[in-house]
């Protein structure tokens, strides 16, 4: 029976690292299409959403079904554990890929303004803890897990930062104040994709470590 265990383990693990390319795509698709009001890639994102659902239901359907046939203990019930955490946080990206991509819908309807500042540098820093919450998860990192949840802090700074942006520029511009929505609302879901990459980052530590680390506080590496 414990073969049989391990074989079903490495195609959950397998399922799970194809789930996490698709999200991925979908968020760099997402930033992509709001960065050159791009209205196909958008819809395609949105398209898109579908098969990461339907992934992200069988993959849960699966570890469901190891925990009752195969009633697994320690380190093996610790890793599905974690396959159902992150699998469903990475849905949850992928969902927001899609809210992503409906505001660059939205925004290609309508005459081009300027973006706030600071939404660049949260794209690049969001995308980068993306990145990294799924690189540590390939490679079992803990190191690079740890670096991601330092990353967090920086991200929530930007977002506070672009909502002062948002409130002076409507002020003086208050006829473009949907487009400054959609931009607030894209800040929105890059803050809220960093969360669900530092809740992956965390899984990652647990799953190696056995340590729950979520509520302890982050420190520099060194």
Same mark, same amino acid.
């Given at each position: 029976?414990?073969?049989?265990?391990?074989?079903?383990?490495?195609?959950?693990?397998?399922?799970?690292?194809?789930?996490?390319?698709?999200?991925?795509?979908?968020?760099?698709?997402?930033?992509?299409?709001?960065?050159?009001?791009?209205?196909?890639?958008?819809?395609?994102?949105?398209?898109?959403?579908?098969?990461?659902?339907?992934?992200?239901?069988?993959?849960?359907?699966?570890?469901?079904?190891?925990?009752?046939?195969?009633?697994?203990?320690?380190?093996?019930?610790?890793?599905?554990? *974690?396959?159902?955490?992150?699998?469903?946080?990475? &849905? @949850? =990206?992928? /969902?927001? +890929?899609? %809210? #992503? !991509? $409906?505001?660059?819908?939205?925004?290609?309807?309508?005459?081009?303004?300027?973006?706030?500042?600071?939404?660049?540098?949260?794209?690049?820093?969001?995308?980068?803890?993306?990145?990294?919450?799924?690189?540590?998860?390939?490679?079992q990192d803990t190191k690079r897990a740890r670096e991601v949840r330092t990353g967090d802090d920086e991200v929530d700074d930007l977002n506070r930062q672009i909502?002062?942006?948002?409130?002076?520029?409507?002020?003086?511009?208050?006829?473009?104040?949907?487009?400054?929505? *959609?931009?607030?609302?894209?800040?929105?879901?890059? &803050? @809220? =994709?960093? /969360?669900? +990459?530092? %809740? #992956? !980052? $965390?899984?990652?530590?647990?799953?190696?470590?056995?340590?729950?680390?979520?509520?302890?506080?982050?420190?520099?590496?060194?």
């Amino acid at each position: 029976m414990a073969r049989h265990l391990q074989q079903e383990i490495e195609k959950l693990k397998g399922k799970l690292l194809a789930l996490v390319a698709n999200a991925k795509d979908a968020v760099e698709k997402a930033v992509k299409s709001v960065d050159e009001r791009d209205a196909c890639l958008a819809q395609a994102v949105v398209e898109g959403d579908e098969e990461i659902d339907r992934a992200e239901v069988d993959l849960e359907e699966d570890c469901l079904k190891i925990l009752a046939l195969y009633q697994p203990v320690a380190t093996d019930l610790r890793l599905i554990v *974690s396959v159902m955490k992150i699998n469903n946080d990475i &849905e @949850r =990206i992928g /969902d927001l +890929a899609v %809210n #992503i !991509a $409906e505001r660059t819908l939205f925004l290609c309807t309508e005459p081009p303004i300027e973006a706030p500042s600071d939404l660049a540098d949260m794209r690049t820093k969001a995308l980068a803890m993306l990145t990294g919450s799924l690189d540590s998860l390939v490679r079992q990192d803990t190191k690079r897990a740890r670096e991601v949840r330092t990353g967090d802090d920086e991200v929530d700074d930007l977002n506070r930062q672009i909502f002062r942006e948002f409130s002076a520029a409507v002020r003086k511009n208050p006829e473009n104040v949907e487009c400054l929505l *959609s931009y607030l609302s894209v800040g929105r879901h890059l &803050e @809220r =994709i960093a /969360d669900y +990459a530092t %809740n #992956i !980052a $965390e899984d990652v530590i647990y799953l190696m470590e056995g340590e729950i680390v979520r509520h302890k506080p982050t420190l520099p590496e060194g």
